[in-house]
């Protein structure tokens, strides 16, 4: 998983919540009070947190794997994981997803949905894993093979993607060095700083144009399992965080902007800049401290990539928020009137927050539009991802599920003890 800045991590409310230790039962206003912070409604949420498996129940590390398989040690290989399966709330389009990894997903939404649910839930998977597929492809310019008995060198960014981290890397200028992140880089590269800026980077702007145009958690989470598969059979293993059922950040809590809102938007706003802020407010959910804190030079092409406001150390502690096709034009409006100003500052969207987020909150009134929680960056389920490749990267079970995850079985297995 990425590595963070200690001082911007604390226990989500969810992980607090859930923590068998310190809460031996939940009141109906625990449930209720952190349902207004996770960004979940309050049924979901105590659905999610009965379907949490007991404290050491969660994985058999040491059972052995179905005949005919390799065991290769990752964490949901067990048996156990995939009969404590819980059903989450997803959207209005899939009402309800598994909460499982990669491995066992889509197995699980055969086994537990009805065939109506997971014809849906598997066409938005499906396109998950032929998008990331393609675009595989149009970085290796060669078809994708799909065939695990066949070793395939990891595939991730371009040359062109490679100077651009390294302008980025120049441009946020590190306040001490980085230290090379084994975990993001691949086995025997010779890894630099900027190798570490490159995939994590890289990871990031994949990851949030990925669900940049998603209509709800539902969608987003089992498009994300689909991609998940496509990094499996390209030689990676994209690890997502364990409650991204509930997590927070783009796709999950934020609002979906669409051309119709961004015309809405121009025509009743006519500061360049309030608009802006205020459609970036919508795609990233961010704290007002963070909105105020965008510098006018984070804007590089279809994403803002900057510092922040508490600082870091590191590469993975680097904001990326990818611009939705539909924003776009209002984001490089607001560069060239601040850029154009006889006296220029040194942030995008100057004077369009206001204290504790007065200004915005008034444009999201002028415009009738309700603004999203806010979760900080760091908080989101992006920052929390991780990418793991080559001698890194430890390999799930070959079994039924896996291949079926893959689709490449007709069907999954059974499990025993149903």
């Known amino acids: ?39 979940m409604p309050e ?27 390799r065991q290769m040690g990752y964490r949901d290989a067990g048996r156990a994981s995939r009969i404590e399966v819980a059903m ?28 109506e649910e997971f014809a849906r839930v598997d ?37 062109e993607e490679r100077a651009q981290a390294e302008y980025l890397r120049t441009v946020l200028r590190p306040r ?11 086995g025997g590269s010779g890894p630099g700083r900027i190798d570490e800026w490159l995939d994590i980077v890289g990871l990031y702007r994949f990851l949030g144009a990925f669900v940049a145009g998603s209509p709800g958690r539902g969608h987003t989470v089992v498009r994300l ?25 783009p796709g999950m809590s934020t609002v979906r902007l669409d051309e119709r809102t961004v015309e809405c938007i121009r025509s009743r706003v006519s500061d360049p800049v309030d ?24 804007l590089t092409g279809d994403a803002l990539i900057f510092t922040g406001p508490v600082g870091y150390a590191r590469a993975a502690d680097a904001y990326v928020w990818v611009v939705p096709p539909s924003a776009q034009a209002l984001l490089r409006e607001a560069y060239l009137y601040q850029e154009n100003r006889a006296e220029r500052g040194p942030k995008l969207f100057a004077g369009a927050i206001g204290g504790a987020g007065r200004v915005l909150r008034a444009t999201a009134a002028q415009c009738a539009v309700a603004l999203p929680e806010q979760h900080h960056w760091h908080r989101s389920w992006i920052c929390r991802a991780g990418l793991l490749r080559g001698v890194e990267q430890p390999e799930y079970v070959r079994n039924t599920d896996l291949l079926f995850a893959l689709r490449l079985a007709p069907r999954p297995g059974t499990v025993r003890g149903e």
């Not at 066409?123 to 149009?138: D, I, K, N, Q, S």
Request: positive net charge; proline residues 10%.
């Open 1 to 39: 998983m990425t590595e963070t800045s200690g001082p911007t991590l604390r226990p989500s409310p969810l992980d607090r919540l859930a923590e068998p230790e310190e809460n031996k039962e939940l009141s109906v206003e625990d449930v209720r009070s952190a349902s207004r912070r996770p960004g």
């Open 88 to 115: 989450t709330t997803g959207d209005h389009l899939l009402s309800r997803i598994p909460d499982s990894d990669v491995a066992t997903f889509r197995a699980d939404a055969y086994r537990r949905l009805t065939p």
């Open 225 to 249: 399992r689909g991609a998940q598969a496509a990094f499996l059979l390209h030689g990676m293993r994209l690890d997502l965080p364990a409650d991204l059922n509930a997590s927070v950040g």
């Open 43 to 69: 049924p979901a949420l105590r659905q999610w947190l009965t379907g949490r498996p007991a404290p050491g129940a969660g994985v058999a590390r040491n059972q052995p794997p179905e005949p005919g398989t």
């Open 275 to 298: 608009a802006a802020a205020l459609a970036t407010a919508l795609f990233t959910g961010a704290a007002m401290v963070e909105l105020a804190s965008v510098p006018r030079t984070a």
């Open 176 to 186: 001490r060095p980085l230290r090379p992140s084994r975990r993001f880089l691949p």
């Open 123 to 159: 066409a938005v998977y499906a396109a998950g894993l032929e998008a990331t597929c393609r675009w595989f492809a149009a970085r290796t310019g060669h078809p994708c093979r799909h065939d695990l008995d066949r070793r395939v060198d990891p595939v991730w960014l371009t040359g």
